[in-house]
Nanobody
Framework: QVTLVESGGGLVQAGGSLRLSCAAS????????MGWFRQAPGKEREFVAA????????YYADSVKGRFTISKDNAKYTGYLQMNSLKPEDTAVYYC????????????????WGQGTQVTVSS
């Protein structure tokens, strides 16, 4: 059974940084694209970032562009989201997602989801 384990969330002051990790249980996931989504209380889940399986191409939501960086270590079956210059509006539960390609991720069609990790940014 495929599992995705997220870590790295927490409480941080505005302007601070956090690094989220998403570890996959299977080597086959190194051939998958990966994405990050977030969901704030009372809001719908929204796309944050995506990366191709090779790591060669990345996509970002406008709200995080220039502050967040998505990356992927295929040798460790793990993906990351480096979040800098955090703002209170970044507060949400963050989820990683794996899919065969980034188009599927950006269309919310990825089949595999992590359990979510809470990120809270205080003002």
């Amino acid at each position: 059974q495929v599992t995705l384990v997220e870590s790295g969330g927490g409480l941080v002051q505005a302007g601070g940084s956090l690094r989220l990790s998403c570890a996959a249980s299977e080597r086959t996931f190194s051939r998958y694209a990966m994405g990050w989504f977030r969901q704030a209380p009372g809001k719908e889940r929204e796309f944050v970032a995506a990366i191709t399986w090779s790591g060669g191409t990345t996509y970002y939501a406008d709200s995080v562009k220039g502050r967040f960086t998505i990356s992927k270590d295929n040798a460790k079956y793990t993906g990351y989201l480096q979040m800098n210059s955090l703002k209170p509006e970044d507060t949400a539960v963050y989820y990683c997602n794996f899919a065969p390609n980034t188009a599927a991720i950006r269309d919310f069609r990825g089949d595999y989801w992590g359990q979510g990790t809470q990120v809270t940014v205080s003002s």
